[in-house]
């Protein structure tokens, strides 16, 4: 149930606290510098040094088992794309050289992806948004967004049991049929649900034509400036790497 | 002060009067405690509305009269004026938390007035200690229990600080530790002078803090009591108007049926979930067969992991002896039924009849129409199931339930949220169900559906059996003690 879900914590100090619009640029960094074909010169270099930005990143939240789990995959991945590049030949070196340069280009953007959704905390994201000056029309539904992915797989959940029980006889049979009993009842209660949340969260003024008071505290410190530089460098290196002589 | 001036409300599109009020005429004086009271669909959450501006403004329907809360017009008031005097407090705790973070929902409705950032760290520090909320700081929502998420709903509510407090029936998902946590909460803004207004079916934690019952039926103001007055009515009399247990004590002991001594043997039930400490650790004990079984314990004891296991959910969990056969979870899959608290999830066809045949090993038309007469469902055989009530939607999912010739049921929380009639017949229902032959087990938090129909209780603490008894008269002391404890 942990899945896509914003942080559940503000409390300041239990880890590196990048401002939320620092790990944006992270992300957006790695993923498009990850993306990027040329693998040559310099950023034979960049690359290994962008993807150990996850994780930092994942070790600095203590998650030591997710963190050596990326890292021996993306290690395994390197490696083998290299042998796949010099050793190997044929459709034997093509198909390895498919599967890992799929993993070395897509896990480090999608493990940044997966830490800067669940080290921000709903309120962090709105502030941050607010700062960049992003319409409340667009945060506040967004915000909402992000708060309905726990409660539809808390509710895929119990709907996946209740059809467990009823015995897998009316199932395999057709799978169209089979969608329809999952999303029916999903689609009742997840509507249900919103349109109580919704009424809750008028009660509470909501959409008071007021600038919103954020409690939580962002703003640039040290670690954000660092970051920031890091991220500029690499877009300077990939930018320029015909040029730097190496 | 809140006068309702002649209100007539009937929401939009559907024309039945489920739900609408006419002709209501209230004046409620600041610092009163105010419970509406009546049968489901007779109007008391519409008035919570009215005074909280949902209605006109959220809920559309045709309304006539006015409703003034401290000399405002909550009709021509935008709903976030009105959440400056008026805070609400609903009845599912799991649909009114808007962030996923305990301590930024607490402080949610003071950021969305724009207040001042200081002012807020204070008043939240405040709020912290007096609701004692300590523990729960920091802490993801979904990981709360329903009685900690509704305690955090009133923190989000009280820091705003507001005059008037509207509750739609805030105990219906709550254990009976958590409701004595609810009063304390209701005790504390009574003390600070607050108008309260409760909309209720469990009436028995309010004695002693309400000033004044408001019974309504059909929409309409029926009579008002003064809490005198209403403490002088007998449980009969409440009864008749459709009314929950006010005074505990009160209630009648049920019939006790003589025991059959048959018995399931639970072996190795223990279970954690996955990167969790374990919930559950039973090695060996036995439980009632062939009775209404009750099972009672505060949240968190074990007692839905308990069920989730013995229904065979959780894959690797336990064994059951029964009439000497041993039962694997895939075997308990195929022989037990779970009735869930949150009906929707387990209806999926298109019509009563389909739900109940495609359960069926060979679709036997005939017998479908039987089991669905025999719950009183004939005469709907082809609504679509999500158009039914809650009761009716319980009784379907029983229905599928036969129909699959599941000998075990388990029911989660059937009563949540009912009135006095519904209760009952749910109680006639699990009773009808085990006549013919089905073992019956119920989690529930319900004293009253425990004394109407429960042979036996099982009482679950720190995820093993603490302690199980037949409803006789010692074991209706006990029942007491764990129902009543530190109450009043």
Not at chain 1, 228 to 239: P, Q, R, S, V
Request: with cysteine; proline share 3%.
């Amino acid at each position: 149930m942990n899945g896509v879900s914003f942080s559940e914590t503000t409390e300041k100090g239990k880890r590196i606290l990048l401002d939320p619009r620092t790990k944006l640029f992270l992300l957006l960094t790695i993923t498009t510098l990850m993306f990027s074909t040329s693998n040559e010169g310099i950023m034979n270099i960049v690359k290994p040094c962008l993807s150990l930005v996850p994780f930092v990143l994942i070790l600095s939240e203590r998650r030591f088992r997710a963190a050596g789990k990326y890292l021996l995959l993306y290690a395994v991945c390197f490696v083998l794309e290299r042998i796949a590049l010099t050793v190997l030949s044929g459709l034997l070196s093509f198909l390895v050289l498919a599967v890992t340069s799929i993993m070395t280009r897509f896990a480090p953007g999608i493990m940044t992806g997966a830490w800067l959704i669940s080290s921000t905390s709903v309120s962090e994201f709105i502030g941050a948004a607010e700062r960049m000056h992003v319409t409340e029309k667009i945060v506040i539904p967004m915000s909402v967004i992000f708060r309905f992915f726990p409660t539809i797989s808390e509710e895929y959940q119990a709907i996946q049991d209740a059809m467990k029980m009823r015995g897998i006889r009316f199932g395999g049979k057709n799978p169209l049929l089979m969608m329809e009993y999952r999303l029916v009842p999903l689609m009742v209660s997840v509507v249900k649900i919103g349109d109580e949340l919704s009424a809750a969260a008028l009660t509470r003024g909501l959409g008071a034509p007021v600038r919103r008071t954020n409690v939580c505290q962002i703003g640039f410190r040290f670690q954000d400036v660092f970051a920031t530089i890091f991220c500029i460098l690499c877009f300077i290196l990939f930018l320029f790497q015909k040029q730097i002589i190496f | 002060m809140i006068r309702i001036d002649h209100v007539t409300f009937s929401y939009g599109e559907e024309n039945e009067s489920a739900g609408g009020v006419q002709d209501i005429n209230l004046n409620i004086e600041d610092g009163q405690f105010i419970v509406l009271c009546g049968e489901s669909g007779c109007g008391k959450t519409t008035i919570t509305r009215l005074i909280n501006g949902l209605i006109p403004h959220y809920y559309e329907g045709k309304m006539n009269g006015e409703v003034w809360v401290n000399g405002a017009k909550i009709s021509e008031q935008p709903l976030y004026d009105t959440a400056k005097t008026v805070g609400s407090v609903f009845q599912n705790p799991r649909s009114q938390f808007f962030n996923v973070d305990t301590t930024s929902e607490i402080t949610f409705g003071c950021e969305n007035l724009g207040q001042p950032k200081q002012g807020i760290r204070e008043r939240l520090e405040k709020t912290v200690r007096n609701f004692r909320l300590e523990k729960l700081m920091g802490r993801n929502i979904f990981h709360l229990s329903g009685g900690e998420k509704q305690k955090i709903a009133c923190a989000g509510v009280s820091i705003m600080e507001p005059d008037v407090l509207v509750m739609d029936e805030p105990s219906s998902n709550l254990d009976a530790s958590s409701i004595l946590d609810l009063r304390a909460t209701l005790a504390f803004w009574k003390s600070q002078g607050k108008t309260i207004i409760v909309s209720e079916h469990r009436l028995y934690y309010l004695r002693g803090l309400a000033d004044c019952f408001i019974y309504i039926t059909a929409g309409q103001v029926e009579k008002d009591y003064s809490a005198a007055e209403f403490e002088q009515l007998t449980e009969r009399q409440r009864a008749d108007m459709g009314l929950r247990t006010f005074i505990l004590e009160d209630l009648l002991p049920p019939e006790t049926s003589p025991q059959t001594g048959k018995q399931m043997e639970l072996h190795n039930f223990c279970f954690a979930y996955k990167n969790e400490p374990e919930t559950l650790h039973i090695s060996k004990d036995k439980i009632p067969a062939n009775r209404i079984v009750g099972i009672i314990g505060n949240n968190g004891a074990g007692k839905s992991t308990f069920s989730r296991c013995f229904c065979g959910l959780e894959k690797r969990c336990g064994e059951v002896i029964w009439n000497g056969r041993t039962y694997r979870p895939k075997d308990r899959l195929n022989t037990c039924y779970m009735v869930m608290q949150e009906v929707n999830h387990q209806l999926f066809t298109e019509t009563v009849l389909d739900e109940v045949r495609i359960s069926m090993e060979d679709e036997n038309q005939e017998w479908a129409e039987e089991i669905l007469s025999s719950l009183d469902l004939g005469d709907i055989k082809d609504r679509h199931p999500m158009s039914l009530s809650g009761g009716q939607k319980q009784r379907v999912a029983i229905a599928s339930a036969i129909a699959s010739k599941r000998s075990i049921l388990f029911f989660d929380e059937p009563t949540s949220g009912l009135d006095y009639k519904h209760m009952k017949e749910v109680a006639n229902v699990l009773r009808q169900v085990r006549n013919t032959g089905i073992t019956v087990y119920v989690i529930t938090h319900d004293l009253e559906l425990i004394l109407e129909c429960c042979t036996d209780i099982v009482h679950f603490e720190n995820g093993s059996i603490l302690d199980q008894f037949q409803m006789d008269a010692s074991g209706l002391e006990k029942i007491w003690s764990f129902f009543l404890r530190g109450c009043l």
